[in-house]
């Protein structure tokens, strides 16, 4: 059976990091109470611009008073499950393969490890 390519429609935006636009793997819920890809925001945390501040929210430009981050186990359960299920249905989720639909002018900022929209 040839795989299904999945679309933004058959993906649970929940299922996709803000930054990234990509299914996550290791999703951590933020300061900000957002979930992003851990190294998504790990790695939005270590640009140069917040080498002396505090980082801002990359979901809502609001300031960030921690870069605390917490396992989002239920969510990456969650996501697991789902790829599981779309596996057994010959699906092919893998994150580089998902079209979501997203142009030039759908972007606010990008980040040093995605796009923000």
Not at 64 to 82: G, P, Q, T, Y
Request: aromatic share 8%.
């Amino acid at each position: 059976m040839e795989p299904v390519l999945m679309d933004v429609a058959s993906t649970p935006q929940v299922y996709l990091c803000p930054i990234t636009g990509e299914v996550m793997v290791d999703p951590v819920v933020c300061d900000d109470g957002h979930t992003y890809e851990k190294a998504a925001i790990q790695n939005w945390f270590n640009q140069d611009q917040f080498a002396d501040t505090d980082p801002i929210s990359p979901n809502t430009g609001a300031p960030l008073l921690s870069r605390r981050l917490v396992r989002n186990h239920a969510l990456r359960k969650i996501i697991d499950e789902w790829r599981e299920k779309a596996a057994k249905g010959g699906w092919n989720i893998e994150p580089s393969k998902i079209d979501i639909g997203w142009g030039d002018s759908d972007i606010v900022g990008k980040g040093g490890y995605g796009m923000v929209r």
